[in-house]
């Protein structure tokens, strides 16, 4: 595929966002005359990374738009969507074990609407198991239909029929649907969708689609409006967001885009995920050093600390490639906190291999760190790998990653008391303590001493108690 010239192949076309008017209106009639004297309610969970979160915005905003209010009660429920995540089988298990517990609900509410979708409903094995072993689902779709929910929940209900839709496809980006926000503190703001890297381990690529950015002057006007929605916490969210731009045919990339959504008027942070080592560049952290509003924190997975495991997980660059890039972006940004997503026990790796990993992760001095046991998925190059380690032994390799990790995460945190940090207050960790993060992402609790008014704002929080993983402090005037 010859990337630039197939710009406007992702696009759906407007008439299409259109027709979706069209059928949540006459959802919202069907709605109307099944509910005369209520709002139907609708449970929408998602699970997963924030892709999906930002997925499960827009899907409550169309379902809005056709007239249902939600809830988070199953049991009050007329529409219960999951928004389901494949990253690993740990998730997957627990979709299955969740939408088996669904049965007997829907026994005792026969109109109810099991709706599912996201990464897992991509995979048309999966797709073919809800429909020959789960009767009671009523609606499934795929990653690359999920603007066309209006159409599909309407013929779910004028049809009473159970409907199916994964179809193949590279991918679409869809402007104009309607978004309802999960809070106006925070924002997810995509910037591109699908993955072209194809990591060896990864099902991403398979039920993602193609890499595709968006266009600037979208990503500019959603950061606008949530701006002026109050919105303090912007995070810009792509599967590689340091390849933003490859498939536009215009002169942009990811670095040009953070100075553009860095220059507009207003006082907020933004922050992104996630990053690649491989198309990680100097000019990037250089801006980020540059932009004022740009957070001190950077997300660089880096997977595994040995050459030869990064290269049969396709990730394309080396440990020492990694802590070069480790090494300038501390040089620009002294105060830089690095956090990081590691896999334990890819296929064929030795105990001696993973020692590379725990090299990194000492040299690395990360805030925080992401890990995982490699879960085989299907499909993916890595699940034909002779994988002769057993999961027992993955477990202690796992633990010595994760000790590792919390003293030094405890060492770091140790290093913040005493010292003050502008701190966006987001609400409540338990009554009468307020709850934030750092510009490095260290989550910071502390007692409310201004009667809620911090909620929302940005204030100066004094470190006084360092944990591990959560600094305690107070307010300063
Ligand atoms: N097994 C274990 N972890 C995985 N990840 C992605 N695929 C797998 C897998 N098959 C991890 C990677 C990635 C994070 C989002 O999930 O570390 O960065
Ligand atoms: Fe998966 Fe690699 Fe793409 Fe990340 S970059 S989504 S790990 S294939």
Redesign the pocket.
Known sequence: MSDKTDVKKFQVPQEEIEKQKEFTALANSVLTAKYPDRTPLAMVHTYG?QGNVSDGERIKGMLEKCGYGFTDDVNEADLVLYNTCA??EHAEDRIYGNVGALKNIKKEKPDMIIALCGCMMQQEKVSEKIKKSYPYVNLVFGTHVIHKLPELLYNVLSKSKRVFSSPESDGVIAENVPVRRDGNIKGWLPIMYGCNNF?S????PYVRGRERSREPEDIIKEAKELIAAGCKDITLLGQNVNSYGKTLDRDINFAKLLKMINDLPGDFIIRFM?SHPKDCTEELLDTMAQCEKVARHFHL?F?SGNNRVLKEMNRGYTKEKYLSLVEYARKVMPDISLTS???VGFPGETYEEFKDTLDLVEKAKFTSL?T??????DG?K?AKMPDPVSREEKGKWFKELCDLQESIAGKRTALMKGKSYRVLCEGYAKEGIYNGRTGGNVMIEFPDTDGGKSIGKFCTVKVTEPLTWIVRGELEE
């Not at 381990?201 to 991403?204: L, Q």
């Not at 995982?372 to 998925?377: A, E, N, V, Y």
Request: charged share 15%; proline share 4%; aromatic share 18%.
């Open positions: 990374c990253i690993r990591c381990y990864c099902i991403v996630t997975p997977q997503d590691i896999i992401y995982f046991i490699f879960s085989s998925r993916t890595a």
